[in-house]
Each structure stands twice: as structure tokens, then as C-alpha cells.
């Protein structure tokens, strides 16, 4: 485009992806007026005009008011000055929008961490542990059990931090069992139990109510149900059935059999 160019009413339009009522708005409330005409008469925008459309849709897209634009643009300052107007502007709201983005970062991480984890970031940190196929049988089986009731009601609310953590309670209850097994500690012995006691308190806290003899019952089906104990065998083969023995001794002195 020369500087001799001129622009009819709708093809400025078209260029800058405004309306010609807009255009023809602007005309009547004297903030843009094409100044020139052709040999046929119709009215075209200059060079001059051009640029003074740009600020306009500058400042438009700063949401400035058409009185304020029109007294800026009709104000003694050059073009110079209202593009360090225009940048001051855009700068202040880059700032402000800026500031608009970490709030909003902020209570989105807000949200994200007290919301419930999802079935994704279970399976995340639970691996196969947390299947489909393995939850809906658990539920099948268990479903209709206060436990279950229990258990699901204290769980709906757990995000992700809080099953992280329940996973590291579960991983450091399992180290004490490998610990004391892999040193001789017989499994009536007084770290192994001390250890069941800490796996049963784990449940009784943070899933349903779990006393000395609910916790007998768990203990026998880590050795009957293969899963049960095939996780716990290959932490330590063996650990299985030493688990289930420590739970066994541990609640026969809670009940005073010892």
C-alpha cells in the first residue's frame, strides 16, 4: 500500500475485521471521517485515515470508551505519543491480567488438591492394586458390608496427598514386616506384632472400624486369597504367611491368649 492509496468504506472494513456500520457509526459521531471523495463522489479513507482507525481499534480492544478515544486522538500529542500512550496502557494491563492468571492458577491448585482423586491417579499410585476388575469384585463381595459402607464414606473425600499418604503408611508397615522377618524375628515376636498393630490401626484410621479379631480375619485371608498373597510374597517370600502369624499373635494378646 502507497501512501496515495485510499480505502472505500467496505473494503476498510473487510481489512480491519470491523463492520461498515461501525465504520459508518464512527462517521456520524465525527471520531472517523473518510476525507476524501472520488470522481464518482463516494467518500474514501486516506493514509491519514488508516492509521487513525488502528488506534481506534487499539484502544477499543483496551475497552476504552469512544469519548475517550476521541479526546485522546483529537489531543495536540503525535502519533509518537499515543503509541507510548497505547504501550503504558497495554503494559498496565498485561500487569493486571498477569496478576488476573496466578489468582486463577491459584484456586485452580486449590481445587485440584482438595478434590477427591480420580480412578487414574489411584491406579497411578496403586498400580495394578487399583484395577477395575479387582474394585468391582471387591465391591461385589464386600458391598453390602458396614465395613465397605464405612470405608467408601471415609474415602469419597480422599485427594490424592491424602492416598499418597495412606500408600507410604502401607509401604512403611510392609518394611517393618521385611525388616523383622528377614532378621530372624520370629513372628510372635515383639516387633512383628508391633507391626500388625500399626497395619491394624492403619485401617481402623484411615478406612473402617477394625478391632483385634476383624484384623484375625484379614490376616487369614492374606494366605487364602492368592492375590493377597502373592503381593506380599514378592516383597519377601514367605511374607504372606509371616503377616498373617504376626496378626494372628498380635491379637491373641490383645484377647490375653498369650
Known amino acids: 500500500m502507497t501512501r496515495g492509496d485510499t480505502w472505500t468504506v467496505g473494503r476498510l472494513a473487510e481489512h480491519f475485521g470491523v463492520t461498515v456500520r461501525t465504520l459508518h457509526h464512527y462517521d456520524e459521531i465525527g471520531l472517523l471521517s473518510p476525507t476524501e471523495r472520488s470522481t464518482a463522489g463516494y467518500r474514501l479513507y486516506t493514509q491519514a485515515d488508516l492509521l487513525r482507525l488502528q488506534q481506534i481499534v487499539v484502544y477499543r480492544r483496551l475497552e476504552m470508551s469512544l469519548d475517550d478515544i476521541a479526546d485522546l486522538l483529537d489531543g495536540a500529542d503525535d502519533a509518537v505519543d499515543h503509541l507510548r500512550r497505547q504501550r503504558d496502557v497495554v503494559t498496565a494491563r498485561l500487569d493486571e491480567l498477569s496478576e488476573l492468571v496466578s489468582a ?35 465391591e461385589e463381595r464386600w458391598g453390602q458390608t458396614e465395613a465397605w459402607t464405612q470405608s467408601a464414606a471415609r474415602t469419597s473425600t480422599y485427594t490424592k496427598a491424602d492416598w499418597a499418604e ?41 478406612f473402617y472400624d477394625c478391632d483385634h479379631e476383624f484384623h484375625r480375619c484379614l490376616g487369614e485371608m492374606y494366605i487364602a486369597d492368592e492375590r493377597f498373597a502373592a503381593t506380599y510374597n514378592a516383597l519377601e517370600p514367605g511374607l504372606a504367611q509371616y503377616v498373617r502369624d504376626a496378626i494372628v499373635a498380635n491379637s491373641d494378646v490383645h484377647r490375653g491368649h498369650a
Do not use: C, H, W
Open 166 to 206: 495412606v500408600k507410604a503408611e502401607q509401604d512403611a508397615v510392609n518394611a517393618e514386616f521385611v525388616d523383622a522377618m528377614t532378621s530372624g524375628e520370629p513372628a510372635d515376636g515383639e516387633r512383628a506384632r508391633a507391626a500388625a498393630e500399626r497395619a491394624r490401626l492403619q485401617i481402623n484410621d484411615r
Open 104 to 138: 486463577i492458577d491459584d484456586a485452580l491448585e486449590r481445587e485440584m488438591t482438595n478434590r477427591p482423586a480420580t480412578d487414574a491417579e489411584l491406579k497411578e499410585l496403586f498400580g495394578d492394586g487399583f484395577s477395575d476388575e479387582y474394585q468391582a469384585e471387591a
